[in-house]
């Protein structure tokens, strides 16, 4: 896909196969082939996008030569998401500094607005959701015409496209799911599963051994006591039958 071009150039006539720098092209057009682009990406923002024909571009204007499209995301004061885009240029400014001050215009970066685009929704998929537009509009005119570097990658699944979003509340699969998955997914468990039995088993077979050593001890600690005590009575046995 070709990128959105803002400036008109022309056949050289002095150099054959080469081209001259002609015109700015006209702000409005731009806008039009911008719409056309998002509605063809699938991602014309569905409540609508309007161009800001204020007196900035009314009439014909122009786009400036150094003008930068800037994206910004975020949530209406009252409902819904917007996106605005503006165009970032160098421009002439009228500045007074006062009777004591030279006045007159002086180069200044300005930012104006330039159109806008509107979500009713207001979920955090639906943010995600214009976020990926205003990655459309940046791609459209800066992109690659090789390659589009975009936030998204596009895939066809039968006769309708699927959309990769990367957002972890957002996110559609690449590809359709490999039966072979739920089988890996299946041995897994059984054999996490087989590793806790054992692990218990194991347990239950020490707090056993662990069990019995105490009995053998306490057998062991009786019989020394029974030997003591008949120690003690063949004791006194021999001082009576001396006596």
């Not at 309708?160 to 299946?186: G, H, R, W």
Request: net charge negative.
């Amino acid at each position: 896909m070709p990128i959105i071009e803002t400036e008109i150039w022309k056949k050289n006539p002095d150099r054959p196969g080469t081209v001259i720098f002609d015109s700015q092209r006209k702000a409005q057009d731009i806008f039009n082939e911008l719409e056309a682009h998002l509605k063809a990406d699938g991602r014309l923002p569905d409540e609508y996008f309007l161009f800001d024909a204020r007196s900035n571009w009314k009439d014909g204007a122009l786009f400036p030569r150094d003008g930068e499209i800037v994206c910004n995301v975020n949530y209406g004061d009252s409902e819904g998401i917007y996106l605005d885009i503006s165009v970032r240029y160098s421009k002439k400014v009228y500045e007074y500094h006062g009777e004591s001050a030279a006045s007159g215009y002086v180069d200044r970066v300005v930012t104006e607005h330039f159109a806008t685009g509107k979500t009713l929704g207001e979920s955090i998929e639906d943010l995600d959701k214009m976020n990926l537009v205003a990655s459309s509009v940046t791609a459209a005119f800066y992109g690659s015409k090789q390659q589009i570097q975009e936030r998204y990658a596009r895939i066809e699944s039968g006769a309708e496209p699927k959309t990769y979003q990367l957002s972890p509340y957002n996110q559609d699969a690449l590809d359709p799911p490999d039966p072979s998955d739920a089988i890996k997914v299946k041995e897994t468990a059984d054999s996490t599963k087989a590793c806790t039995d054992s692990a218990k088993e194991t347990a239950n077979c020490a707090k056993t051994a662990q069990s019995s050593g105490k009995v053998g001890l306490m057998d062991k600690l009786e019989a020394n006591k029974r030997k003591i005590a008949e120690q003690d009575a063949m004791k006194d046995y021999a001082v009576e039958t001396t006596e």
